[in-house]
T-cell receptor, first 114, second 118 residues
């Protein structure tokens, strides 16, 4: 069974600084997808960034980028120029390529301080 | 374009009762998944519906059942409610492409239904 581990329950960062959230996963599959979702206090789960395992290039979306290390089964999220609106729970999630079930980590609560 | 919608927003039930939660997928999506998110935890997969049938199921008891209608909307039913069923229930929809090249794998989430069992 796939597992996703987020080892940082809480993190904080000053506005405009950079922060990195960690995620590791365990799978025997070769074809899979990885996601970072953001869940603000309003609780709507929003996709931040997606990475296909077959792509070597790390995904980027504006201020958000990932460091995907397939051999190490590591998928960290870097947030640059942090903004107050980035304050939220961040979940790392795994999807096997032939499956339909998202497996989530326990989340990291990120607080951006003014 | 409406995203995923869920109703009701909040619900309070008593142990032993039954509850039905509803979800309408994003326009153009035909697949609906349900997740249970306990307080302080990540969402746990309950099941997924496609073409009005349960396609995949997580580790949840038979008290959890569902249904998908021809318009792709879905219901989650929970019987014989337990205190431990108190959680945020999330619905997610995804597009009709099949896994493979070009498949995004992305699931779009609704705002959730907060269920409290007393």
């Amino acid at each position: 069974a796939q597992t996703v581990t987020q080892s940082q329950p809480e993190m904080s960062v000053q506005e405009a600084e950079t922060v990195t959230l960690s995620c590791t996963y365990d799978t025997s599959e070769n074809n899979y997808y990885l996601f970072w979702y953001k869940q603000p206090p309003s609780r709507q789960m929003i996709l931040v960034i997606r990475q296909e395992a077959y792509k070597q290039q790390n995904a980027t979306e504006n201020r958000f980028s990932v460091n995907f290390q397939k051999a190490a089964k590591s998928f960290s999220l870097k947030i640059s120029d942090s903004q107050l609106g980035d304050t939220a729970m961040y979940f790392c999630a795994f999807l096997e390529g032939s499956n339909y079930k998202l497996t989530f980590g326990k989340g990291t609560l990120l607080t951006v301080n003014p | 374009d409406a995203g995923v919608t869920q109703s009701p927003t909040h619900l309070i039930k008593t142990r032993g009762q039954q509850v039905t939660l509803r979800c309408s997928p994003k326009s153009g999506h035909d697949t609906v998944s349900w997740y249970q998110q306990a307080l302080g935890q990540g969402p746990q997969f309950i099941f997924q519906y496609y073409e009005e049938e349960e396609r995949q199921r997580g580790n949840f008891p038979d008290r959890f059942s569902g249904h998908q209608f021809p318009n792709y909307s879905s219901e989650l039913n929970v019987n014989a409610l337990l205190l431990g069923d108190s959680a945020l229930y999330l619905c997610a929809s995804s597009d009709p492409t099949v896994p493979g090249q070009g498949w995004s794998g992305e699931q779009y989430f609704g705002p959730g239904t907060r269920l409290t069992v007393t």
